[in-house]
């Protein structure tokens, strides 16, 4: 209706996506030795042109190499307990890529590729990890010891049996662990920002505590971070153990949202090899290396089975309401037509707090309290804290229960409600008066407008000199870090070089989704929001 949203209950993942309960992987590059072949021959081609059986010659070499490797990678996933029903194969059309295809027909429910979890690739379990240490980190370490040992070098902790999948794996993987401060600014959504540098500040900590290591085996601050951008881009997570997971093979399979054709599943049983166990979603694996006697880890065609030649694709999170984040910052991809998205308004309850002293600095008023208009904010965000932690409803202490209020192009976070509520209670007990009759609607159009600025890259936005004064989207200033790949930054400013064509369409991507919500929004709330949610 025209002048105000209606609000609704979020999916969790849009809360607190940091929670999924699954994770997959976007559509790869081939590997790293193919492409550098594949950009020699297109130099020579430059200035020679060959004639065209010599071509169709070249052409058929790296062809024949690509599906001796996939098939390597498809026969080390299976390990011979279950006759492979798909192949890896490269994707037709403009996408390209990589991904997999049914080598048969596939009845619903059948077995498509079957993983012991021998050939898993797990993380540590958190309190195996030194503190403070990221998984994909530590999980990156092991993963270039691998390569490392793959390629006949010594020590640094064996690995040696993982060189089909290592081998089959993308040669570069772009998500925001590599940005620089100019480019996660443009991202326009403070929180996103903020969990950007968040990531690159726990990678970089990651980097210092295992550079020993890292060194033992050739490697630096550019190999971890492309090891750690894999398996952000491919780990499922197990939540009942809390492992992330690798799986070679299935490792492949492209998200296909609404449309995706086949689920994941786990085997567990004393008899998984000989096929007698019982088949559950996602049940608890047993720890790394139990081997042929514990799980198995199963791609299964979905409902309507899989024809062969068919793509081969699972969902990484629509069913779960997945918004853009997760797949942006994970995976390195937005999909498009996410009826899922949402834009976040405000990070936690210090986010709306300073906004709304902002926004109703004439109403409220200097506060009955010391200091300027900041500790007004400051002494307004504590008391609302305060407030719900103290909550029967509350979910923990800090505004825990007030993260991610976010907004859909069809409402509003229903939480924001009851946020608002705390923070315009708050504001009158700072400022000694009543503060009745507040457009609130107009307060949340405002930070639409702030967000849709930033977002579209004119005017101030949110934390830029905008009227709320409000959360700085700014990086962590690491000069040397984790952003930079080998160390390289230039102040945070616009970086050049190998992917920057990728980083600026993926930020594009994301800002188009977070734009549209924007609008949506807007244009529900006619323009101008004069609602008065939880008012």
Request: charged letters at 20%.
């Amino acid at each position: 209706m025209k002048g105000s949203l209606p609000f609704f209950a979020p999916p969790a993942a849009a809360c607190r996506h940091k929670q999924l309960q699954l994770q997959a992987r976007p559509r790869c590059a081939a590997p790293g030795a193919l492409r550098r072949g594949q950009a020699a021959r297109g130099a020579a081609a430059r200035s020679t042109a060959p004639a065209p059986a010599a071509a169709a010659a070249a052409a058929a070499a790296p062809a024949a190499e690509s599906a001796d490797l996939y098939a390597r990678l498809v026969r080390f996933a299976s390990d011979g307990v279950h006759p492979p029903l798909v192949a890896v194969a490269e994707l037709p059309g403009a996408g390209g890529g990589r991904g997999l295809v049914a080598a048969a027909d596939a009845e619903p429910g059948a077995v498509l590729l079957s993983v012991p979890f021998d050939r898993v690739f797990a993380s540590a379990p958190e309190e195996e990890l030194a503190d403070g240490l990221h998984w994909a980190a530590e999980m990156g370490l092991r993963l270039l010891q691998a390569r490392h040992a793959c390629r006949g070098g010594g020590g640094g902790g064996g690995g040696g049996e993982w060189g089909p999948w290592i081998e089959a794996l993308p040669s570069r993987v772009v998500t925001p662990a590599e940005f620089s401060a100019t480019e996660a600014e443009r991202c326009g959504v403070p929180s996103t920002i903020q969990e950007i540098a968040a990531m690159q500040s726990s990678l970089e900590e990651g980097y210092r505590e295992l550079a020993p290591q890292l060194e033992a085996v050739g490697c630096g601050r550019a190999d971890l971070l492309w090891a750690v951008q894999v398996l952000h881009s491919r780990c499922f997570y197990e939540a009942n153990l809390g492992l992330h997971l690798s799986v070679p093979g299935v490792d492949m399979a492209n998200d296909g949202g609404a449309a995706a054709n086949a689920t994941v599943k786990v085997v567990h049983s004393p008899d998984a090899s000989q096929g007698a166990a019982a088949l559950e979603d996602i049940a608890p694996p047993p720890p790394p290396g139990a081997g042929r006697s514990g799980s198995l880890f199963q791609l299964v065609a979905g409902a309507g089975g899989v024809a062969a030649g068919e793509e081969v694709r699972i969902a990484y999170g629509w069913a779960a309401g997945w918004p853009a984040e997760p797949y942006f910052l994970m995976f390195g991809f937005v999909p498009e037509g996410n009826p899922a998205e949402s834009v976040v308004a405000y990070s936690d309850l210090q986010d709306l707090a300073r906004h709304f002293c902002s926004h109703f600095a004439a109403q409220i008023g200097g506060g009955g309290g010391a200091g300027g208009p900041d500790e007004l904010w400051e002494r307004v965000a504590a008391r609302a804290e305060e407030a719900a932690a103290a909550a029967a409803d509350g979910e923990g202490a800090g505004g825990g229960g007030f993260e991610r209020l976010v907004v859909t192009a069809q409402g509003l976070d229903q939480r924001l409600g009851p946020a608002l509520g705390l923070v315009r209670a708050a504001a009158e007990a700072e400022a000694g008066a009543r503060l009745s009759g507040l457009p609130l609607g107009g307060l949340i159009a405002d930070r639409l407008r702030q967000l849709r600025r930033a977002l579209g890259g004119g005017g101030a936005g949110v934390g830029a000199g905008s009227s709320s004064g409000g959360t700085s989207g700014s990086t962590s200033g690491n000069g040397s870090g984790i952003g930079g790949v080998g160390g390289e930054r230039d102040g945070g400013g616009e970086r050049g070089g190998e992917g920057c064509e990728e980083r600026a369409a993926l930020i594009e991507a994301y800002r188009r989704a977070k734009l549209g919500v924007v609008d949506a929004a807007l244009a529900a709330m006619g323009g101008g929001g004069g609602g008065s949610p939880g008012g």
